[in-house]
């Protein structure tokens, strides 16, 4: 059976660090583009950070220095380290996998989705 799990969200104050998991099962992580995305409350869905099979990783701007996203094939698991955290950075977050079409700015073409896990940052 085909999933992608997510763990390690949680409440943290701002500054803090999270590292989100994205467990996968059925597939080799390492064969597809992994990408997190991540949806507050009235707001769409927004693409944050992606690894590729090649593992060349990408992160948007909102995030870049402050989010890493890494890869352990041994485990089936990519992982997003968010340090830094900021009010703003609360939402939903999910992580997504194509084989097909690499990391890209959107959401769609996924063949993949996990079921979410919550950040929130407040002090």
């Known amino acids: 059976q085909v999933q992608l799990v997510e763990s390690g969200g949680g409440s943290v104050q701002p500054g803090g660090s999270l590292r989100l998991s994205c467990a996968a099962s059925g597939f080799a992580v390492q064969e597809y583009s992994i990408g997190w995305f991540r949806q507050a409350p009235g707001r769409e869905r927004t693409s944050i950070s992606c690894i590729t099979s090649d593992g060349i990783r990408f992160a948007g701007d909102s995030v870049k220095g402050r989010f890493t996203i890494s890869r352990d094939n041994a485990k089936n698991t990519v992982y997003l380290q968010m340090n830094s955290l900021k009010p703003e950075d609360s939402a939903v977050y999910y992580c997504?996998?194509?084989?097909?079409?690499?990391?890209?700015?959107?959401?769609?073409?996924?063949?993949?989705w996990g079921k979410g896990t919550l950040v929130t940052v407040s002090s």
């Open positions: 997504a996998a194509n084989r097909a079409w690499g990391c890209y700015d959107g959401d769609s073409g996924m063949d993949y």
